[in-house]
């Protein structure tokens, strides 16, 4: 059974810095794909960050040069550094991993809609 463990929200100025991780175990990680999400009440949820089965990032505009996904194989681990936090970026964040997925070679703008299995979320909340 696949499962993920978030950590790492939480709440801070505008213009700081969080990083966000997410353990995954009970899966082949290093060729799932792998997404970070966030959702705000009443939107639906959406993709911030995505890494393919081929190690490629893509990033949601709204965060592209501020925040950056990365996985470490040898720990299962998802991360995503988010730094110039805006109010905007408060949310609850989601990790998410499931299946194969390649972004076009020179697309920046592929990222998974949805995937098979997520975490149980994390807040980030950010004050002007």
């Known amino acids: 059974q696949v499962q993920l463990a978030e950590s790492g929200g939480g709440s801070v100025h505008a213009g700081g810095s969080l990083k966000l991780s997410c353990v995954v175990s009970?899966?082949?990680?290093?060729?799932?794909?792998l997404g970070w999400f966030r959702q705000v009440p009443g939107m639906e949820r959406a993709p911030v960050a995505g890494i393919d089965s081929d190690g490629r990032v893509n990033y949601a505009d709204s965060v592209k040069g501020r925040f950056t996904a990365a996985k470490d194989n040898t720990k299962n681990t998802l991360y995503l550094q988010m730094n110039s936090l805006k109010p905007e970026d408060t949310a609850m964040y989601y990790c998410?991993?499931?299946?194969?997925?390649?972004?076009?070679?020179?697309?920046?703008?592929?990222?998974?809609?949805?995937?098979?299995?997520w975490g149980q979320g994390t807040q980030v909340t950010v004050s002007s």
């Open positions: 998410a991993a499931g299946g194969y997925c390649y972004f076009r070679p020179g697309s920046d703008t592929d990222l998974p809609r949805t995937l098979g299995y």
């Open positions: 009970g899966s082949p990680f290093a060729d799932y794909c």
